[in-house]
C-alpha cells in the first residue's frame, strides 16, 4: 500500500528565505506527483504537477523536483514571502486516478 | 477558468436528516472526485467517476452516495449520518484520470453533524 510522508511536518522561516519541503512515498510506481497549497479551511490549489518520467518543474519562485528511484520529491520555494503561508501537500498519483496524499508541511514566513 | 464550484460552504445536519452536496464543473472535465479532509488530516479519497460512471468506491458506507447526472454535475447525497462524518468535503476535477491531468478541487463543504 502506498504510503507518502511530508518532513517537516511544520516549518518557520524569515521572510527572503529559501526553503525546500520534501517528501517520500513508497511505491515508485507511480503515475504522478503533484504537490498542493491549503489555506487554513479552504480548497486545495494546484502549484505543480510531475509526470513520472519527468525529473522537474518550474512555476515563478516554486521548483519541484522528482526521483522516482528513490521515491523522493522536494519542493523549492525561493525567496519566500508572508503570503506564502500556507499548508503544503504532496500527492502521488495511483493507477486508478486516485491521489493519495501526504500530511502536509505547514509554513509559517515570518515578515 | 479553472474554478470548481461547491455548494452549500457550510452545512449542520442531524442524524436523521437527508442532505445533498453539490460540486459543479464547466472545464469539460471528464473525471471528477470527492475527498473527505477530517481536522489536521490530509484528504483521502471517496469516490471518483470517470464520464458519469462511477470508477471508484473506496469502501465508502452507503449512508454517502454519490451521483454524477452529467458531465458538470456531481451531487454527493447523505443520509443517516454519524458525528464522526463531520468533515470537509471536497470535490475535485480533471480532464480525465489520466497522469497528465491535473486535479482541480473547489473550496469544499464544511459538513456538521450533530
Known amino acids: 500500500k502506498q504510503e507518502v510522508t511530508q518532513i517537516p511536518a511544520a516549518l518557520s522561516v524569515p521572510e527572503g528565505e529559501n526553503l525546500v519541503l520534501n517528501c517520500s512515498f513508497t511505491d515508485s510506481a507511480i503515475y504522478n506527483l503533484q504537490w498542493f497549497r491549503q489555506d487554513p479551511g479552504k480548497g486545495l490549489t494546484s502549484l505543480l504537477l510531475?509526470?513520472?518520467?519527468?525529473r522537474e518543474q518550474t512555476s515563478g519562485r516554486l521548483n519541484a523536483s522528482l526521483d522516482k528511484s528513490s521515491g523522493r520529491s522536494t519542493l523549492y520555494i525561493a525567496a519566500s514571502q508572508p503570503g506564502d503561508s500556507a499548508t503544503y501537500l504532496c500527492a502521488v498519483l495511483g493507477s486508478q486516478g486516485n491521489l493519495i496524499f501526504g500530511k502536509g508541511t505547514k509554513l509559517s514566513v515570518k515578515p | 477558468d479553472t474554478e470548481v464550484t461547491q455548494t452549500p460552504k457550510h452545512l449542520v445536519m442531524g442524524m436523521t436528516n437527508k442532505k445533498s452536496l453539490k460540486c459543479e464543473q464547466h472545464m469539460g472535465h471528464r473525471a471528477m472526485y470527492w475527498y473527505k479532509q477530517k481536522a489536521k488530516k490530509p484528504p483521502e479519497l471517496m469516490f471518483v467517476y470517470s464520464y458519469e460512471k462511477l470508477s471508484i468506491n473506496e469502501s465508502v458506507p452507503s449512508r454517502f452516495s454519490p451521483e454524477c447526472p452529467n458531465s458538470s454535475l456531481l451531487n454527493l447525497h447523505l443520509h443517516a449520518l454519524q458525528p464522526e462524518d463531520s468533515a470537509l468535503y471536497l470535490c475535485?476535477?480533471?480532464?480525465?484520470?489520466?497522469?497528465?491531468?491535473?486535479?482541480?478541487f473547489g473550496p469544499g463543504t464544511r459538513l456538521t453533524v450533530l
Open positions: 475535485a476535477s480533471s480532464q480525465s484520470t489520466g497522469s497528465a491531468d491535473t486535479q482541480y
Open positions: 510531475i509526470q513520472s518520467s519527468q
